[in-house]
């Protein structure tokens, strides 16, 4: 019944469109900085391996999550540097924008898992319930942003194409 209201009901949309301004300023803000702050993620992937997360007995929590980390991740920082700052900043624009909102959401929580499973905490878990409650509401969160005209754009051009194909089949 929630999902319902929150996928359908214009009172919905209006207070999804607050928390998507939100979460949008906090994304491109952080973003921003990075971009104009000549960002470098060596230091905090050295961290996350150096000390991981462990539970009440010692043992690591997300193992294999470190090894990701120091096998990928540091070999290819300067992936990450270029990836980390644009991606956070994307994200923010298509969430203050309302423009692709639910694919910018799945992002969002996407690095916001990364960074919690590298032993961030912060606001993410605020972040990461917050960016449930947008991905869950779908098309209606960015109903007052710029997903009213680009969302019927793509379905009617991007995928009229994909209904022609499956009708000859």
């Not at 949309?13 to 104009?36: M, N, P």
């Not at 997360?53 to 990450?80: H, M, Q, T």
């Amino acid at each position: 019944m929630l999902v319902k209201w929150l996928r359908e009901n214009t009172i919905a949309a209006g207070l999804l469109a607050v928390i998507r301004l939100y979460l949008g300023y906090s994304w491109l803000t952080a973003g921003l900085h990075k971009l104009t702050g000549g960002f470098d993620a060596s230091g905090y992937l050295a961290n996350a391996v150096a000390n991981p997360v462990k539970g009440p007995d010692g043992g690591l929590v997300y193992g294999w999550y470190v090894s990701f980390l120091k096998g990928f991740a540091l070999p290819n920082v300067d992936i990450f540097n270029t990836i980390v700052p644009l991606g956070e900043f994307l994200i923010g624009l298509g969430l203050i924008l309302g423009c692709l909102t639910t694919a910018a959401m799945f992002f969002g929580l996407m690095m916001n898992f990364a960074f919690f499973l590298a032993g961030t905490v912060s606001h993410i878990p605020t972040d990461l319930f917050l960016g449930a409650i947008i991905l869950f509401a779908g098309f209606n969160a960015g109903q007052f942003g710029l997903d009213r005209w680009v969302i019927p754009y793509i379905r009617k051009t991007v995928f009229k194409n994909n209904k022609a194909v499956a009708n000859n089949a």
